[in-house]
């Protein structure tokens, strides 16, 4: 048993974190509504509400910031779906055939993503500029090829963690179905993936929060300003103007973050699970 | 012929059949399409990769003793792509001078040498002309050059269009007239002579036009008389001998590890050689590539243990606080110290990037109100240091407290109190049994937070660039660069130009020491136990 003096130095020491956790979070919510733009006059309680920071931010011909926030969740949407329906049908493989070389399959995934994708983006570099040579539209600077790049480490980790839930699902089930003639497609379809439906949806998250942040490989593989991801803009324009216009850069920190944040704290125990597991952020 | 066709054991010919027929069709006409422009292109590795990728597809989807594979071909696929080859590729370029410079091939360089005109060239020249018309206005130039005795007949075009054919010279194969036989051909090929009268109406018309010599160009100066410059290519390439010979200098050059070299000077373009380990030698050994490396590495350890080690003892700290079932609003508690972490990383940079800013900052302001000086945050070298563990202690301590909450409560009660029980104090048993316990059941999370931020780019990139500069440096890099960051800089984005062997050495260094954490990673964790579990 815990004293009561104990108990209150608990939580002084707590709301000690507390302050250093939300502190640079009140600022920024603080200066998105401030009427005064520059880093200089920014206070904690502003003299005055405005929304302007934020549409400011939409119609700023030199900032496609409304380009760069589409862009960032367009990639993202279809590089976690790619990426989980590519390590799915793998999972589902390990997890339910029998076949020579599923070891050395299993074994070879844990080994190739011990190297992480992005160390290798100088030759990623060159192989997305000869793409581009005979097919434009999956070269450098576009998405496609982005995605194509993203889709590389689809089956990796994912997959591992993936196989790690269909084999828990019972393999009766898979039996039964097989008795009144489904085929493996139609189990996967029907049994399996409605079965691990949960579990892939935190992954999907996980790897969409994932792609919303990658930064090294779309800094090297897309040039034009209108191509950018969030990621990339903010930090050109964070190297640029931002004492001058802390409060847009408030604003689209805030636009840019708020839907991850909500998410992570509606599926809070879902999604912490499958991180400190994986260990695939921190 | 259906018997032989796997149909995923629902009945042939079954819709799932045709999609897939229809959808091998397409990447089979797609890849028929492809593969000539590749190989026209020189892009053979591509090439290759896309026959052997169609037809493994092929073999997957239409033989039936690989079952398996075919659920894992779609992943593989773009694995091998963009996973597997980059690493070689990376080993390869390692290999190369490929940097700013040596980009090209060997016989594009060539091409662009054979393009360099002599210096001053031989200008001035005057030669005649004469015009000729099919009737639809279509003109013909004949060019007389008086020195030479050279004649050249061609489709003449505008000043400031392209690059056109160059005019054939002589007049040999052409259909010419000449009856009066005056020298200048009243017709030829069809196109008949404008008389000089004629051509006063288009003078206008004719001053924009000009004619492309094999060697040079000729500029009508007036309707009969144009001016001819001749330029002669300064580099010849002889093929049967591999030598370039410089016709200004009158010097032969011979190739020496990717550019031609005249006299111990080299010519620019190079193209991209294999050098051998040359760059890992260089990045070794050489002092002022060695020094840096060292100092990189050093920080770039101190920076990922120093990050591990303070997010988890806050982390635990926090955990530790909250544990007692007396206290309340563990929810709430657990809730706030999950924002940080689900803030985008990128996001939270740029934020504290401001907040830390010396003039303006948040920070700044707030210890000035304590008492103290302005701290140049991300102007000296030692501060920016610090900064970078404040911003990844913020960004990483939360995750730290996840795990660690959940660590300690999967630590038997019993154990602890039978420390007590035998008289340890709290402090005892804290420190003799659960941190002990803890560490061991986090190791491999720990390990790979190490890993993490031992190439944690958004955070660097974005906070400091790796700043503050080193300056004088013969490569660039700052007090903060981490190797993943200094070698990008010195790939893609330095002001120095680009040296993709150099950093491809780099990078392989950087595997290996990656290869080296995974497998101390690997043995602390039971990864392995599941590929042998069943």
């Not at chain 2, 050689?273 to 100092?295: C, H, S």
């Not at chain 2, 563990?389 to 630590?411: D, K, T």
Request: with cysteine; aromatic share 12%; net charge negative.
């Amino acid at each position: 048993m815990i004293s009561r003096r104990s108990v209150t130095l608990r939580h002084i020491g707590l709301w000690i974190g507390i302050f250093f956790a939300l502190y640079p979070v009140v600022w920024i919510i603080s200066a998105s509504v401030n009427p005064v733009d520059n880093l200089a006059a920014s206070r904690l309680i502003p003299e005055g509400l405005t929304l302007d920071n934020y549409r400011g931010l939409f119609d700023d011909p030199l900032v496609p910031f409304r380009d760069w926030l589409i862009n960032s969740w367009k990639i993202s949407l279809a590089g976690a779906i790619g990426n989980l329906a590519l390590a799915a049908l793998a999972a589902y493989s390990f997890s339910r055939l029998r076949f020579r070389g599923r070891r050395a399959g299993l074994l070879g995934l844990l080994l190739v993503q011990v190297f992480p994708q992005f160390l290798g983006f100088i030759a990623i570099f060159f192989t997305l500029q000869a793409i581009g040579e005979v097919a434009p539209g999956f070269g450098l600077d576009t998405h496609a090829g982005l995605l194509l790049v993203y889709l590389g480490g689809a089956i990796g980790f994912n997959t591992y963690l993936i196989k790690g839930f269909m084999d828990t699902v019972p393999i009766s089930l898979d039996e039964a179905a097989k008795v009144d003639g489904a085929s493996p497609a139609l189990i996967f379809w029907r049994v399996i993936l409605p079965l691990t439906r949960p579990v892939l949806g935190v992954i999907f998250i996980i790897t969409f929060v994932g792609l919303y942040g990658e930064l090294l490989l779309a800094s090297v593989l897309l040039r034009s300003a209108e191509n950018f991801t969030l990621a990339m803009g903010l930090q050109q324009f964070s190297l640029s103007e931002y004492a001058a216009k802390w409060g847009a850069l408030s604003a689209a920190a805030i636009l840019g973050s708020a839907p991850i944040v909500a998410t992570f704290l509606v599926a809070q125990k879902q999604i912490v699970g499958g991180l400190t597991q994986g260990g695939v952020k921190g | 012929m259906a018997r032989r066709l796997d149909t995923s054991a629902s009945s042939p010919r079954s819709i799932s059949f045709w999609i897939v027929v229809a959808v091998l069709a397409v990447v089979d006409a797609l890849s028929i399409a492809a593969v000539p422009i590749l190989f026209a292109a020189d892009q053979k590795a591509l090439a290759f990769f896309l026959i052997g990728a169609a037809f493994a597809m092929n073999v997957v989807y239409l033989v039936p003793a690989t079952r398996a594979s075919r659920w894992i071909l779609p992943g593989f696929i773009f694995m091998a792509l963009f996973v597997i080859w980059p690493v070689l590729f990376t080993a390869y370029v390692s290999l190369t001078n490929w940097a700013t410079g040596n980009i090209l091939t060997k016989a594009q360089v060539i091409e662009q040498l054979e393009e360099i005109p002599v210096a001053g060239g031989d200008d001035g020249g005057s030669g005649f002309l004469n015009v000729y018309d099919d009737g639809t206005g279509d003109l013909r130039f004949l060019i007389t050059d008086p020195e030479s005795g050279d004649v050249y007949f061609g489709i003449p075009r505008d000043k400031d269009g392209e690059v056109a054919d160059a005019a054939t010279a002589g007049l040999e194969g052409l259909d010419v007239v000449d009856a009066d036989a005056d020298g200048t051909p009243e017709s030829i090929d069809g196109f008949e002579l404008v008389p000089t009268l004629g051509l006063f109406s288009i003078a206008e018309q004719l001053g924009e036009l000009v004619l492309d010599l094999p060697n040079g160009i000729a500029t009508v100066q007036t309707v009969s008389q144009v001016s001819i410059v001749q330029s002669t290519q300064r580099y010849v390439y002889d093929e049967a001998r591999d030598v370039l010979i410089d016709t200004q200098l009158n010097v032969e050059c011979v190739e020496f590890e990717g550019n031609f070299v005249c006299d111990g000077k080299e010519v620019n373009p190079g193209w991209r050689v294999v050098i051998g380990a040359d760059n890992f030698r260089d990045a070794l050994t050489r002092p002022e590539l060695l020094k840096p490396l060292i100092e990189i590495f050093t920080w770039n350890m101190v920076f990922a243990l120093g990050s591990v080690g303070l997010t988890f003892a806050l982390g635990l700290m926090l955990a530790l606080a909250i544990q007692p079932e007396k206290m309340k609003g563990r929810a709430f508690y657990r809730s706030v110290f999950i924002i940080p972490y689900a803030i985008p990383p990128f996001i939270s940079s740029v934020v504290w990037r401001g907040l830390l800013n010396t003039e303006f900052g948040q920070v700044n302001d707030l210890l000035g109100n304590l008492g103290a000086s302005a701290i140049p945050w991300l102007q000296d070298p030692n501060w920016a240091k610090a900064a970078v563990l404040l911003v990844n202690l913020w960004l990483g301590f939360p995750y730290m407290f996840l795990i660690a909450s959940g660590a300690l409560q999967s630590i038997p009660q019993e154990l602890t109190e039978a420390a007590v029980v035998d008289g340890a104090s709290a402090r005892q048993v804290f420190w003799r049994v659960t941190l002990p316990l803890l560490l061991v059941s986090t190791a491999p999370l720990l390990i790979g937070s190490f890993a993490f931020n031992f190439n944690n780019f958004v955070l660097i990139f974005i906070l400091t660039q790796g700043g503050p500069p080193v300056i004088g440096a013969p490569v660039p890099y700052g007090s903060t660069d981490i190797l993943i960051s200094f070698v990008f800089d010195l790939a893609f984005s330095s002001g120095r130009g680009s040296n993709f062997g150099l950093a491809s050495a780099y990078t392989i260094l950087i595997f290996v020491l990656v290869a080296l954490f995974s497998a101390i990673g690997f043995r602390a964790s039971r990864s392995l136990e599941e590929v042998y579990g069943d």
